[in-house]
């Protein structure tokens, strides 16, 4: 188990815009993605989507470390049958 400390945005409900620090198992993490316009990565759980205020590479870099394997981009190609 690998857990990692990141800073969550808190995106809505009465504490929008508020900061706080969590601790998340990246074992537990299923995907991660970029948010538009530089506004962090969202890391998506069973238990709901995490907004973190770190940037998209730093959390690859993470997962990385943590696999010893880089991951795969797939290539955009027209969908064929």
Excluded at 31 to 51: C, K, Q, S, W, Y
Aim: charged fraction near 25%; charge should be negative.
């Amino acid at each position: 188990m690998m857990y990692v400390e990141f800073t969550e945005l808190i995106t809505g409900g009465i504490q929008q815009g508020v900061t706080r620090k969590v601790v998340v198992n990246l074992e537990k993490v299923i995907t991660f993605r970029a948010v538009p316009h530089g506004g962090g990565t969202i890391l998506e759980t069973r238990r709901g989507d995490i907004n973190v205020e770190e940037k998209y590479d730093q959390v690859k870099n993470l997962f990385n470390n943590k696999n010893g394997i880089a991951p795969v981009l797939m290539p955009i190609e027209p969908w064929t049958e």
